[in-house]
C-alpha cells in the first residue's frame, strides 16, 4: 500500500507527495506474532503499542521517492537537480569500472530557454519543464537517470552498457532530440521549442568523475547552441578548446576592431509582393585567424564584456553607409539599410547628432536608414536620454523597426510608443510556418495586428521556400533569412543583386499584374 500526503508547496500550490509503501513492508513480520501474544496476554492496550512500535520501524526504513520539496530535488519536476545528478553519475561511473561496461551523459535543452521564461507566465514554463521531463521519461531505459541543471537543461545519465559507442550516442540523441522537439499544449497554448543535444562519453570525459561527465556534456550542448537550432555536438578536444576560446575572445575583440577584423556582413531582405530587394541588414561578422568567421551571438558577449557596443555601432555606421553609397553608385536597388542600435549607444546623449553628422559626410538620407531596436531598448524607453535620441533621430527622417515582438521581450504597446514603422516576426515563429498551423495563426494574428495600426511586418529567419511561401500568403510585407541568402561581404553583394535582378526579369508576369 502506498501512502501519500498533500503539503503546501512552492508559490502555496498544493502538491502530492509519495512518502513510500508503509504497510506489506518485510520489517513488520517479526511483528505478527508478538501482537497476537500481546493481545492474548495483555489485551488489546498492549497489542496496540507493539503495532505502532511496528509502523514506526516501517515508517523510518521505507524507500523514499524523490520528492519535490526534498533536498536536492526539483520542485517542478521532481528529479535531481545538479548536486544530486552529479551524485548519480559518480555512482553509474563506479559501476561501470567494476563491470567493464560504459556509460555516457547527455544533457538537453532548449535553443531559446531564455526568450521562452520571458514570454511564457510562470505556470505556464513550469507546465513546459514538466513535459519536457515527461517527454525524457518516456524516451529512455528505467534504469537511466535524469537530472534538471537549470532552466530547460536536463541531463540524462545512461545505465552501464557493454557497447556504447558514438554511433549508438548520436542515434540517441537524435531520438531525444525529435521526442523534445514535438509540440507541446500548454495551457491552451501550442509550443514547438527547438531542442540541442551535447553528449560526453565515458572515455572521454577530461575528469573521470560524475561533476566532469556531467560538465563536459553541458560543454557539448553549449557548443550546439551557439551553431543551432536543433544542433547536436559530442564532447571533443575542439569542443573544450572552443570554450577555452570564448573566454579569450573578450581579451582580443578590442584589438580585433582597431585591426578591421570586425566588419559589416550584409543580409537582403525581399518583398514578398514583388520579389525586389527592400533592404539589406548590416550585421558583424569576425575575421578570425584561428576560428574562422565569428556571428554576432559570439561577438556580442565579447563586445559587452568590454563595454565596446559604442564603438562596434561606429563601424557598423561606417561601414554600413560606404555600402549604401557603393550600391548607389553603380545603380543597384537597395533602398534601405537596418542597423541594430543597443541601449548603451542610444545612452550616450550625443548619439543623434553624430548619426545626423555621419550620414551627412556620406549624403546618405536619412529615411534610407532603419534603426531596429531590441527588447532591451525598448524596455528603456522611459530613459529620459534614450527617448530623446529616439525622438531626434525620428526628427531627422530615420524608421524605427522593433525586434522581438510577441516573444515577451517587446510588448505590443512598444508600438505606441516608440512610433516604429515596421515590426519583425521572431524567426521562433517563422520556423516551420508552411507545416504547422498552430505557427500559421500566429504569425497571422502578428501581421493582421499590424496592417489595422497601418505598419509593415518582416519576417525573420526564413529557412526554406515553403515557408517564404506561406508568409507570403498571410500577407507578410518583407522576409529574410538563408532561404533568401545568408549574410555575405560588400564585395559578394553587388553579383547577388546583379543576378537577382535578371532573375526577376527573367520571370513571366501575368497581364494585369
Known amino acids: 500500500m502506498m501512502v501519500r500526503f498533500w503539503h503546501m508547496g512552492r508559490g502555496g500550490a498544493l502538491r502530492r507527495t509519495r512518502i513510500g509503501p508503509v504497510f506489506g513492508r518485510k520489517e513488520l513480520l517479526p511483528f505478527l506474532p508478538a501482537m497476537l501474544l500481546a493481545g492474548v496476554w495483555f489485551g488489546i492496550d498492549a497489542m496496540l503499542v507493539i503495532g505502532v512500535t511496528a509502523l514506526a520501524v516501517a515508517w523510518l ?13 526539483d520542485g517542478v519536476t521532481g528529479l535531481p537537480l545538479r548536486r544530486e545528478s552529479e551524485l548519480l553519475m559518480d555512482d553509474l561511473l563506479r559501476e561501470a569500472e567494476r563491470t567493464g561496461r560504459h556509460t555516457a551523459c547527455l ?23 514538466q513535459l519536457l521531463a515527461d517527454r525524457l521519461r518516456g524516451a529512455v531505459r528505467e534504469s537511466d537517470r535524469i537530472g534538471r541543471l537549470g532552466g530547460t537543461r536536463f541531463a540524462v545519465m545512461l545505465h552501464p552498457t557493454q557497447r556504447q559507442d558514438l554511433e549508438s550516442l548520436i542515434q540517441l540523441a537524435a531520438r531525444l532530440q525529435t521526442g523534445c522537439e514535438e509540440p507541446y499544449s500548454v495551457k491552451g497554448r501550442s509550443l514547438a521549442p527547438s531542442v540541442h543535444v551535447g553528449f560526453c562519453l565515458m572515455r572521454r570525459a577530461p575528469v573521470p568523475t560524475g561533476a566532469g561527465l556531467i560538465a563536459a556534456a553541458e560543454g557539448a550542448a553549449e557548443e550546439a547552441r551557439r551553431n543551432g537550432p536543433s544542433a547536436i555536438r ?13 573566454s579569450a575572445l573578450a581579451a582580443e575583440v578590442f584589438e580585433a576592431l582597431e585591426a578591421a577584423q570586425i566588419v559589416c556582413h550584409f543580409r537582403p531582405q525581399l518583398s514578398t509582393d514583388t520579389g525586389e530587394v527592400s533592404g539589406m541588414e ?13 556571428t554576432e551571438a559570439e561577438i556580442l558577449p565579447a563586445i559587452d564584456s568590454e563595454g565596446l557596443r559604442e564603438r562596434l555601432a561606429e563601424l557598423m555606421f561606417y561601414q554600413g553607409f560606404g555600402a549604401l553609397r557603393s550600391w548607389q553608385r553603380v545603380g543597384l536597388p537597395v533602398s534601405t539599410l537596418s542597423i541594430g542600435i543597443s541601449p548603451e549607444v542610444l545612452s550616450n546623449p550625443k548619439m543623434a547628432t553624430r548619426l545626423k553628422w555621419e550620414l551627412e559626410r556620406f549624403d546618405i538620407e536619412p ?12 524596455s528603456r524607453f522611459d530613459d529620459e536620454v534614450i527617448r530623446r535620441n529616439l525622438v531626434h533621430c525620428t526628427a531627422l527622417g530615420c524608421q524605427l523597426e522593433l525586434a522581438g515582438l510577441g516573444t515577451g521581450e517587446v510588448p505590443v504597446s512598444a508600438i505606441r510608443s516608440t512610433g516604429a514603422q515596421r515590426v519583425r516576426i521572431h524567426a521562433s515563429f517563422v520556423r516551420n510556418v508552411d507545416t504547422d498551423p498552430d505557427q500559421q495563426r500566429l504569425v497571422a494574428a502578428i501581421i493582421t495586428m499590424a496592417e489595422q495600426i497601418g505598419i509593415e511586418t ?28 545568408p549574410p555575405m561581404r560588400l564585395e559578394e553583394t553587388f553579383d547577388w543583386l546583379e543576378r537577382h535582378t535578371e532573375k526577376l526579369a527573367a520571370t513571366p508576369r501575368i497581364q494585369g499584374s
Do not use: K, Y
Open 61 to 73: 526504513t521505507r524507500p523514499l521517492a524523490p520528492a519535490a520539496d526534498s533536498a536536492g530535488g
Open 107 to 129: 544533457v538537453i535543452g532548449c535553443d531559446e530557454s531564455e526568450r521562452l521564461e520571458r514570454q511564457l507566465l510562470p505556470d505556464e514554463f513550469e507546465t513546459l519543464l
Open 458 to 485: 518582416l519576417a525573420e529567419g526564413v529557412s526554406s521556400i515553403g515557408e517564404h511561401a506561406m508568409l507570403s500568403q498571410l500577407g507578410a510585407n518583407h522576409v529574410q533569412g538563408d532561404a533568401i541568402a
Open 367 to 378: 529615411e534610407r536608414l532603419r534603426l531596429v531596436l531590441s527588447g532591451g531598448a525598448v
Open 282 to 294: 548590416a550585421v558583424p561578422r569576425w575575421l578570425h585567424r584561428e576560428r574562422g568567421i565569428l
Open 234 to 246: 559530442a564532447f571533443s578536444s575542439e569542443v573544450q578548446h572552443s570554450q577555452r576560446s570564448h
